[in-house]
């Protein structure tokens, strides 16, 4: 048997080529080997080749003279071409190279695996997503990711126009005044000149209540909280009760030397306050006039409100003074001094307990929000014009302010935020009386103008369940 011949060093060529017929030829950015196919080429000959010259059946392209922005490939430093471009330049490079095209460490500049720098630019991430769709690749704004942002609620829209017009001849221009007040039983009472009138909201029903003469003169109206019986302040200082349903007078109760401007009632007591700086208690179960007298203002007593419990009564005057009395000294508890101008706007919160609004004239445009706990301010805003009265919402947290001068307007409030929810304008002279309907959605507005205008401001009172309980709350009422 023949040994087996040593095999030689070198290449496995095919048979009828040796070594020698092979030659390497180097570009300047890419080697090769080809076959000597006979007379040497050079560049020169690749570029401009002879007619007796033989040519290869291969193409190596250069990728120099590649028209690539053509097709917009090629990535441009541009700072209008950010965010979306570069999302979708980077599936395109993953579509049309596979998911590991961005993934291969480039070699050096003469490898042969070494892009060209002007073809497909990749930008190195410090760590790539896995998958092409990542929000981190189509950016937070493409709509894939798991947290969606809640859309902002609407602003709840207000009627700019009142749904009702009533004329009110002889209502007086007088901002001292109280002469507008609407009753639990859904009755409007408008004082007009020597005259009270009645106004069934449900009917449209006017009904004269009385008439003071032609020397006197309805100067407040204020019904009690069940809306059956309503006092009248006069002009020569006396306080009169009657009966709102049978429209007949049952007491007429004097003390006061000059004209009675506001009367608030609480469960008992009826409180009045005149133009000679006093504040008379009046209880109508006993035979006296009035029960204690309260003595604390300099100057005419132009606003009055009891608080919600019936613990404090606060009092505002043209003397620039916000007084809060209780029912242990006839003294005043607290003695707020902030405002610059006169205080008939006042309105106790029905949602907490202890705060007070209260609102300046014309030098002071400001409501001012108080703790009575504490005496402190907790908040005030510039309304830009005089404030005239303040009611506060019983169905949401919110209140409503009417203004004189100059702009002569109402402004719905948000609290404790302070933004304003609407601006309705319509009467021509200042908006000196208000008063809010049964269902604490409608407002009537009365000014000097001798117009009443109804307006929708506030949204129907909601029934929401209360966790872990069988009962519902309908406001601050709670039933099974």
């Not at 092409?132 to 937070?140: A, M, N, R």
């Not at 408008?190 to 209540?209: F, R």
């Not at 006093?278 to 035979?287: F, Y």
Request: proline share 6%; hydrophobic share 30%; charged share 20%.
């Amino acid at each position: 048997m023949d040994s087996p011949q040593p095999r030689k060093p070198g290449l496995n060529l095919p048979a009828g080529m040796s070594e020698t017929s092979l030659r390497l030829e180097t570009f300047s950015d890419s080697f090769r080997a080809v076959p000597n196919l006979g007379s040497p080429r050079t560049i020169s000959n690749l570029s401009s080749p002879s007619k007796s010259s033989k040519c290869s059946d291969r193409f190596i392209p250069c990728r120099s003279s590649s028209r690539l922005h053509t097709f917009g490939l090629i990535e441009k430093a541009s700072p209008a071409k950010e965010g979306g471009n570069e999302a979708y330049s980077r599936l395109l490079r993953m579509e049309l190279f596979g998911s590991d095209f961005g993934s291969f460490s480039p070699a050096g500049p003469g490898s042969p695996m070494s892009p060209s720098k002007n073809m497909l630019r990749f930008k190195t991430e410090s760590s790539g997503p896995s998958s092409p769709y990542s929000p981190s690749i189509l950016g937070h704004d493409s709509g894939l990711s798991s947290e969606t942002s809640t859309p902002p609620k609407p602003p709840r829209k207000v009627p700019k126009t009142p749904h009702k017009v009533l004329d009110a001849p002889s209502l007086q221009d007088d901002f001292y005044l109280n002469l507008v007040d609407w009753s639990s039983q859904n009755v409007l009472a408008v004082g007009l000149g020597t005259c009270v009138y009645l106004w069934s909201a449900s009917n449209s029903k006017v009904t004269k209540l009385c008439d003071l003469g032609p020397h006197d003169g309805v100067c407040s109206v204020q019904w009690t909280r069940e809306g059956s019986y309503i006092s009248i302040g006069t002009n020569f200082g006396q306080v009169q009760v009657w009966d709102g349903t049978q429209c007949k007078k049952v007491r007429t109760m004097a003390g006061h030397q000059t004209r009675t401007g506001v009367l608030a009632w609480n469960s008992r007591i009826l409180a009045s306050g005149s133009r000679d700086r006093n504040i008379l208690q009046h209880d109508l179960r006993v035979p006296s006039d009035f029960v204690s007298k309260l003595v604390g203002h300099k100057s005419e007593v132009c606003g009055l409100k009891w608080s919600n419990d019936d613990r404090e009564l606060a009092s505002g005057g043209n003397d620039n003074q916000l007084l809060v009395w209780n029912q242990h000294s006839q003294r005043p508890a607290l003695r707020l001094t902030e405002h610059t101008a006169a205080v008939k706007a006042i309105a106790w919160s029905p949602h907490q307990s202890g705060l007070l609004a209260s609102g300046g004239g014309t030098a002071d445009r400001c409501i001012r929000f108080w703790n009575t706990t504490n005496g402190h301010q907790l908040n005030s805003i510039d309304t830009g014009s005089q404030v005239c009265n303040l009611a506060w919402s019983k169905n949401v947290n919110e209140l409503v302010s009417t203004h004189g001068y100059s702009q002569n307007q109402i402004m719905v409030w948000k609290y404790p935020s302070l933004s304003k929810v609407a601006t309705l304008t319509g009467h021509s002279m200042r908006v000196l009386y208000l008063a809010v309907s049964p269902d604490g959605q409608t407002i009537v507005t009365g000014a000097g103008d001798e117009t009443l205008r109804f307006w929708n401001v506030f949204p129907s009172m909601k029934s929401t369940p209360i966790k872990d309980t069988g009962l519902w709350s309908l406001g601050r009422t709670y039933i099974r």
